[in-house]
């Protein structure tokens, strides 16, 4: 019996549309750390408050839009105090504080989740909340069953690339177009140059913050629909560590390509390479060993700048 070439084109496309949802979440760690030098290591937790703010809202009878517009404006507030209470009053001192302060604000976010709302596992259900006509009415993109390929892929997937897909583009106009996102690249660049030319340091980290906590709004939504609104959240959202070590810390392109690459990866380890391992638990950690043979190679990422130290 010949190879199943259309399975593993299947088992290709399903990595690739799993990996942009990775790169969603690792651009949210490459914005904080190109601004300010700071790894968020909160960022799950602010995944997981955003997604169970959003579904708590929703299962007290507001509607779909309206509880997305709600917790977008949370996410906002959010973000920019973090920025402002937080990290502000920490600026220029050592890295380990910063990223200390990180840990200790993942603690504190997760503890007032379960204090506002619960620490019960919930189901998203996005199909309750987007017109089903939506999702069924271009049977090429978002049908399970794609004729002129043969393949069978799930609907949501597809649904959930198209949404993340188009964050990304919108994010990259920002930062290419903008003079928002002009100012940010100058300000990751030399913080010292962007001040001397009049470019408001604490401005961009503060919009920074803000578009930070739009991200985890839709990532975490994204990610809720297939692990569920629980603290589990928090452990897929660590999946972006291995993309942003791939595709470097300081890289947009490179969170992501590495978040594809991942994907990839990670799927066809699963399918191919499971029995080797005892078939079993792969997918928790071969992420982190294509990652860790990654680094072996090129320690700062396909597009982390390398750096030179003259002594």
Do not use: C
Not at 7 to 19: K, W
Not at 119 to 145: E, R
């Amino acid at each position: 019996m010949g190879f199943d070439w259309v399975y593993l084109i299947e088992v290709v496309v399903g990595g690739l549309l799993s990996g942009v949802m990775y790169s969603l979440v690792a651009i949210g760690f490459v914005l904080i750390y190109k601004s300010s030098g700071i790894f968020n290591f909160a960022q799950g937790t602010m995944l997981l408050f955003a997604s169970l703010t959003f579904v708590k809202m929703t299962e007290n009878g507001i509607g779909f839009w309206t509880a997305l517009f709600i917790a977008s404006g949370i996410m906002v507030i959010v973000g920019v105090a973090t920025e402002k209470f937080v990290m502000r009053p920490l600026a220029n001192q050592d890295l380990l504080a910063l990223f200390m302060a990180t840990v200790g604000l993942a603690t504190f976010q997760e503890g007032f989740a379960q204090f506002m709302w619960d620490s019960d596992v919930h189901g998203l259900q996005m199909n309750k909340f987007i017109d089903i006509a939506l999702l069924d009415s271009n049977p090429i993109f978002i049908s399970d069953y794609i004729p002129w390929l043969d393949l069978l892929i799930p609907r949501f997937d597809i649904f959930a690339s198209l949404v993340a897909g188009t964050l990304i583009v919108v994010l990259a106009f920002f930062f290419q177009k903008t003079n928002t996102g002009m100012a940010l690249r100058a300000v990751s660049d030399d913080h010292m140059a962007a001040m001397a030319v009049g470019i408001p340091l604490q401005k961009v980290w503060a919009i920074v913050w803000a578009v930070t906590g739009i991200i985890a709004l839709v990532a975490g939504l994204l990610w809720a629909e297939k692990v569920s609104v629980s603290f589990t959240l928090i452990e897929a959202v660590m999946k972006a560590l291995p993309v942003i070590l791939i595709g470097g810390l300081t890289s947009i392109p490179g969170a992501i390509i590495g978040g594809l690459v991942i994907g990839v990866g990670e799927k066809l380890g699963e399918i191919y390479l499971a029995e080797l391992f005892g078939g079993q638990g792969i997918e928790l950690w071969f992420a982190y060993f294509m990652a860790l043979m990654f680094l072996v190679v090129r320690p700062q990422g396909m597009f982390g700048e390398k750096l030179i130290e003259r002594v």
